[in-house]
């Protein structure tokens, strides 16, 4: 399915309150999931992308989750007191009909509400954005390279749709990037600096890849990337002043 056919199918979907978020895995505690606060990480079930560096490979197909939602909210009635927040991850929530209805139950019950999205679907962004006190953004590539990183034609479309609406909202963000020199050489990781320079936003944490939970065995084996001290001055001089590098080796 294209990346456009899924964006309609979530906008139609975003509404539907009756049908329950499809449960993946839960983390009970993080403090990096939304760096400075305690959250609980939901996983949500299913992604319309391949990005072969996917270190959730279990968590792409669409299919039964390992919990149900109204589990995990009665665990959640526990947990006041304990946890800040909670973060919707994948997977892709915005691909889950039930997620702005899950958000609001979620913050029915005190607690904050963090997503973590590939923006594969602006519309469905757009719809939960005012539930949302935080949000981190994939950004994957330069726009002329998304297509072979997600394996979606117009996925840099959709992506760089999702974080216009981010600059608009108001609502803090983090710019995200998984990073490979196997998949993404150093000139294009570069370029992709040169757009989010001229995006002109704050936070871009550049990650680099793990092997575990990967499904691409070539990459698996490769084993850890690491991003060198030239690389990171190379890219920390391509951002704008103001613009914060922060590196997850
Ligand atoms: S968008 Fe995220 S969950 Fe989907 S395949 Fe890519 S890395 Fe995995």
Same mark, same amino acid.
């Given at each position: ?25 839960? @983390? ?5 999931? *939304? ?5 609980? @990480?939901? $996983? ?17 197909? $669409? ?24 973060? $919707?991850?994948?997977?892709? /929530? ?22 973590? @999205? ?15 006190? *935080? ?6 590539? /330069? ?16 992506? *760089? ?47 680099? $890849? ?40």
């Amino acid at each position: 399915m294209t990346s456009a056919a899924h964006k309609g199918e979530a906008a139609d979907v975003a509404t539907d309150a009756a049908t329950e978020i499809v449960v993946g895995g839960l @983390t009970p505690l993080s403090t990096s999931d *939304w760096p400075g606060m305690l959250a609980a @990480t939901v $996983f949500c079930q299913g992604c319309a992308w391949n990005c072969p560096y996917c270190h959730n490979a279990a968590l792409r197909p $669409f299919g039964p989750g390992e919990r149900t939602w109204p589990e995990v909210l009665a665990w959640l009635t526990t947990r006041p007191g304990l946890l800040d927040a909670v973060v $919707f991850s994948g997977g892709e /929530p915005l691909l889950q009909p039930g997620l702005a209805e899950a958000m609001r139950q979620v913050r029915g019950l005190g607690f904050e509400v963090g997503l973590h @999205t590939s923006g594969m679907a602006p519309q469905a962004l757009e719809r939960v954005l005012p539930l949302c006190g *935080w949000v981190g953004l994939d950004l994957k590539a /330069p726009r002329r390279a998304y297509p072979r990183i997600t394996g979606a034609p117009g996925s840099a479309e959709d992506a *760089w749709a999702s974080l216009d609406l981010l600059r608009e909202s108001g609502i803090p963000f983090e710019l995200r990037t998984t990073w490979h020199p196997a998949l993404l050489p150093e000139d294009e990781l570069l370029e992709l600096a040169g757009e989010i320079a001229a995006a002109g936003t704050p936070l871009w944490a550049l990650q680099a $890849f793990q092997p575990e939970g990967c499904a691409d065995a070539s990459l698996a084996t490769a084993g850890r990337a690491r991003v060198d001290e030239a690389l990171v001055a190379r890219l920390r001089a391509a951002l704008g002043a103001g613009q914060q590098l922060i590196i997850r080796n």
